[in-house]
């Protein structure tokens, strides 16, 4: 059983992330501290909300800094819908805002002649194997509520991409960080099978570290 | 594609759901984490929780409802029946749910619409409008449950609260309503064709082909049904596999 931690920053409900990682198997506890992040194998920064009040949000709560060096020191996070759009360089959401730049590339409006909100359960298109996506056959689909996606720069951080009027890249992976643009809590059984994954992940993570 | 959203409606009372529900693999059926437990287990898309109870205690049970489910559920799930203030709705979203329905209080001020969208964002601003036919190519939107008639017309009403921030809109034909004939296609076209957001379908279904009839017909995104689902008349998958062998996109 992995301990991990749901960074609150005062973006949308948590509770759905922290129960749905509760169901998958392991432990999940609300942080609001910086300090207490190199206590859980794994982070996940969730959210809801606008960018620039979300890196606002980081800043003040000194969270920003804190979870790139979290990251930098080998530490597992996932950020989802929101939280995965921070893990870039910018976003030009109501201006340009500078995120947290973990993932090169930049997170843009999606394109104009479809529904916006992208809001309800799509398919995700996989590009490339990875521990996140163990047991999810392709053409599995998820539940999405988003205006804005992600556009890395570099392909081999793309694992999966949603078509909806064009593709868009809805799960991504470098190294020990990793983006959902889906919902994994509010997907049934699948997206509590990501975060089943997430957790193991996390879990081989710290057993990797006691054994050095 | 986004595949199109089938959405059980369960109407809630006291804390219990009402009209009979015949599971009898239930331990409790009047239990609306158990049941709605249940239509995400099946493949129900999203849950549309209807709390009937009256007047005041109705606050207090919307928001523990939406603690209750938020624990044992993990698709999407709208709560509404009765809301009226941006303050019931902060609690109703902070316990859990993932969208609110406003009906009557949207019409009384549609200012409301307004400060949740901009509050909370329009992704969980759900309006609800219950409308009725008064002429050919016609409706008018009725509150209070379909009893008090407004004068408002039902697809420039839509538009008006597209305008002011709705996120999605709930829309029941109040002539079809329990009477399993069928969705109201021409209303459902009609106010389809007016909004951009996206517009669940509800009122009258009796048999899988109306749920695929509206879906053809019209530009709907999700069909909303209650009493074919919970008489055990078709599951949820039965429904998905039927629309699906009609070329329609589900999740299965």
């Given amino acids: 059983m992995a301990k991990i931690g749901i960074i609150d920053y005062g973006m949308g409900n948590l509770r759905s992330v922290q129960k749905g990682m509760e169901k998958a198997g392991h432990q999940a506890s609300i942080l609001r501290w910086k300090d207490a992040l190199p206590q859980f194998d794994g982070i996940i920064l969730p959210g809801v909300g606008a960018f620039g009040d979300a890196v606002k949000n980081l800043r003040n709560f000194g969270l920003f800094e804190a979870i790139i060096d979290y990251v930098l020191s080998g530490g597992i996070l996932l950020g989802i819908c929101l939280g995965m759009q921070l893990l870039f360089e910018f976003s030009e959401e109501h201006g340009r805002h500078e995120g947290l730049g973990i993932i090169p590339g930049s997170v843009t409006r999606l394109p104009s002649e479809v529904k916006v909100p992208h809001m309800g359960w799509n398919i995700l298109k996989i590009k490339r194997e990875a521990p996140l996506l163990a047991g999810i056959e392709d053409g599995a689909r998820f539940y999405f509520v988003h205006s804005y996606r992600c556009v890395p720069e570099f392909e081999r951080d793309i694992v999966a991409v949603t078509p909806y009027g064009e593709d868009f890249v809805s799960v991504v992976a470098r190294d020990n960080v990793m983006g959902l643009q889906f919902h994994p809590e509010k997907s049934s059984g699948l997206g509590l099978r990501i975060l089943s994954n997430f957790g193991a992940i996390a879990e081989s993570k710290r057993n990797t570290v006691r054994s050095d | ?252």
């Fill in chain 2, 1 to 252: 594609m986004l595949a199109k959203r089938i959405i059980p409606c369960l109407d809630v009372e006291g804390g219990r759901v009402v009209k009979g529900i015949h599971f009898i693999d239930l331990r409790d059926a009047g239990d609306p984490v158990e049941l709605a437990a249940f239509y995400d287990k099946e493949g129900a898309d999203e849950l549309v929780f209807l709390d009937i109870t009256a007047s005041y205690e109705g606050r207090e049970t919307k928001v523990s409802l939406a603690s209750r489910v938020g624990e044992e559920v993990f698709i999407p799930f709208i709560i509404g029946g009765g809301i009226g203030s941006v303050e019931e709705i902060q609690k109703i979203l902070a316990a859990g749910a993932d969208k609110i329905s406003i009906n009557t209080a949207a019409v009384k001020n549609p200012e409301l619409i307004r400060e949740a969208a901009k509050r909370f964002g329009s992704q969980c601003v759900v309006v609800a409008i219950d409308a009725r036919r008064t002429a050919e190519g016609k409706w008018e939107v009725f509150t209070h449950g379909g009893r008090t008639p407004t004068g408002l017309d039902a697809v420039q009403w839509a538009r008006r609260v597209e305008d002011l921030g709705a996120g999605e809109i709930l829309l029941t034909s109040m002539d079809r309503d329990g009477t399993k004939l069928g969705y109201d296609i021409p209303l459902t076209r009609a106010v389809c064709e007016a909004v951009r957001i996206p517009v669940i379908a509800s009122g009258g279904a009796g048999n899988l082909q109306h749920l695929a009839e509206v879906i053809e017909e019209t530009n709907c995104d999700a069909v909303l049904a209650a009493s074919i689902f919970h008489y055990k008349e078709y599951s949820i998958k039965q429904a998905k596999e039927y629309l699906a062998s009609r070329g329609i996109e589900v999740r299965l």
